[in-house]
């Protein structure tokens, strides 16, 4: 079996030198659990880890949400990358060399082209902030307390108005309606092609993989808007990423918790400090879509407010959009007339670690705040529950929303039985998780299944199928070609585990849950279980046979064909006779 461009040699070689704990750790905070690694799913929403790595098998399965298959799998699904760029980012990442007809013969994908763009744009952009173009900027920078250290770890550039940026587009090879399409260049209405960031300090927005997606660009002048932002495009969605996510990774690991503030120059400045677990918003409202990626790096989620009224009124408004999105979070409350960058300058990091450490889970703040004072009239009781159960009514993870109910009877001083029946969750009345989600075809022909994935996970159960040479009974001629295909790259000595993406995605999935430990095989004398699933085949031909001889027999005796009776009789009798086994 080969992936059609590259050797299977070349695969497992790839798989070999970069580990897929490794991998997958760029976008999942793991701890080791025996032989495996487990952490919170990628895929799915969660609160527990359900989410095991293998690092002997190197696969990967979610028990949640069925998830599952080897580190070219992981990147196709968290990436949306096709096979072709999964291997070739690891194999450039492996140093593993592709062959040249096959590079030449690849497609660059439209991203790929959009990263390759903003790439060579934040190239410029770091040049001009350093040159003779750059001096406001670095001027402005130096205002602000940013050093040159601290520019360089986040990559900030300038854009000038001149022809500079043109130019260094055009001698990377990026056209002007490349440069167009990506936001880089806006059009005046006498068709002059101008800089769209022209006078900006520019912020390169990266991805999980470090890819820069877009900019932010704020004014050092009096321009309008203040920050100005790439265009929304697929690979670019401000609701669904955060600016410092990527620089951030290995410090949220190391403290254990991560930070969200408002301003890029926020996450700058404490950085330079020494807080690196911070990342910002993008001039939006923190979203669900934020909340749950920070999730998936760490339990601890703190969101950083201003300690005035609008502070306070974003933080209720956080609490809601953290609910609903099924994540616990944390409020951090600044000083009143600070902002983390502020504050940090004024009283240091140790103050403003603090702060961090003084955290309230955000549900609390909420509840306290809508708790009736002592003495309150009934209505104003009433008005209070009303609200929060309302809140509560749209809370759909079905913990998270038995915590919240608990602690806001609590703190709220109204009887539990009471909110309770008030917030009933409007999806689903009962408080049990949502059922695992039956796989594809997952019971089309059981015993082929498990045949595959037999065959899939043991040299001797391939050879056991193939001395029996029992392709011919499988009813779907897709698995039988699989089936086959594994058990002679088995017998060419390569591991059928290292192609394993190239199989369907239902037997990807067993086989990743066999690995770790898990699912209907583990355990299992799998020479047996082809043994058994061989069997069963047979059984089943032989029943086929049987019917088909006895309508035959039925026809030929309604026709009165005398011959025809006798040679079918004789037939079904040799079929009696036959041992059930192979
Ligand atoms: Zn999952």
Request: charged share 25%.
């Amino acid at each position: 079996m080969t992936a059609g461009f590259v050797a299977n040699a070349v695969l497992e070689e790839i798989q070999r030198r970069v580990p897929i704990v490794e991998v997958v750790s760029h976008y999942v905070t793991l701890k080791r659990q025996g032989r495996n690694y487990v952490g919170l799913c990628p895929f799915h929403t969660e609160k527990t880890p359900s989410f095991s790595v293998s690092p002997e098998k190197g696969l990967f399965y979610c028990f949640g949400c069925g998830a599952g298959g080897n580190v070219f799998t992981f990147l196709m699904r968290i990436e949306g990358w096709d096979f072709r760029s999964a291997v070739e980012r690891l194999a450039e990442r492996a140093g593993v060399p592709l062959q040249s007809a096959s590079r030449q013969g690849a497609r660059t994908s439209e991203r790929e082209r959009a990263y390759a763009i903003y790439q060579i744009a934040a190239e410029a952009f770091r040049r001009c902030l350093a040159g003779t173009s750059g001096q406001l900027a670095r001027a402005y920078l130096k205002h602000r307390g940013i050093t040159l250290t601290a520019a360089e770890t986040f990559g900030i550039g300038f854009c000038p108005s001149g022809a500079e940026l043109q130019q260094a587009l055009a001698r990377e090879g990026v056209s002007v309606a490349e440069a167009r399409r990506w936001g880089l260049l806006g059009e005046a209405r006498d068709g002059r092609l101008y800089p769209r960031f022209a006078g900006r300090v520019m912020f390169p927005i990266r991805n999980l993989t470090g890819n820069v997606a877009g900019f932010a660009g704020r004014t050092i002048a009096d321009q309008t808007p203040k920050y100005l932002n790439s265009p929304e495009t697929d690979i670019f969605r401000k609701g669904e990423m955060l600016f410092g996510l990527f620089e951030a990774r290995q410090a949220i690991r190391e403290s254990g918790r991560v930070v969200v503030v408002e301003g890029y120059l926020d996450v700058v400045s404490l950085a330079q400090a020494g807080i690196r677990e911070v990342v910002a918003t993008m001039g939006t409202a923190l979203t669900g879509a934020q909340l749950q990626l920070l999730r998936r790096f760490t339990d601890e989620v703190l969101v950083c407010f201003d300690g005035d009224d609008a502070g306070r009124r974003a933080a209720e408004r956080a609490f809601i959009v953290a609910a609903q999105a099924g994540v616990w979070a944390k409020a951090v409350f600044l000083p009143q007339g600070e902002d983390p960058d502020s504050f940090v300058r004024s009283s240091g990091a140790e103050a403003v670690l603090a702060a961090f450490d003084r955290a309230v889970p955000l549900a609390d703040f909420f509840f306290e705040r809508k708790a009736p004072a002592p003495g309150a009239s009934l209505a104003r009781r009433a008005r209070a529950v009303s609200e929060v159960a309302d809140v509560l009514q749209t809370v759909e993870d079905p913990v998270l929303w038995e915590l919240l109910v608990r602690r806001a009877a609590e703190l709220l001083g109204v009887d539990e039985h009471l909110l309770r029946g008030r917030a009933t969750r409007q999806a689903g009345q009962s408080a049990l998780p949502p059922p695992v989600p039956v796989r594809a075809e997952q019971n089309a022909r059981p015993e082929e299944v498990t045949l595959v994935q037999a065959i899939a996970l043991s040299r001797e159960a391939a050879e056991e199928v193939a001395a029996k040479n029992a392709w011919s009974l499988f009813a779907s001629p897709d698995l039988a070609s699989v089936a086959k295909q594994l058990a002679e790259a088995w017998s060419r000595a390569e591991d059928p585990l290292g192609v394993l993406h190239a199989l369907p995605l239902e037997i990807q999935s067993a086989v990743a849950e066999y690995a770790v430990g898990r699912g209907p095989l583990a355990g299992a004398n799998l020479v047996q279980v082809a043994r058994d699933c061989v069997a069963k085949l047979l059984q089943r031909q032989r029943r086929r046979q049987f019917e088909v001889l006895t309508a035959e027999l039925r026809a030929a005796e309604r026709a009165g064909d005398a011959q025809q009776i006798a040679v079918l009789a004789e037939r079904l009798r040799q079929l009696r006779e036959q041992p059930e086994q192979a």
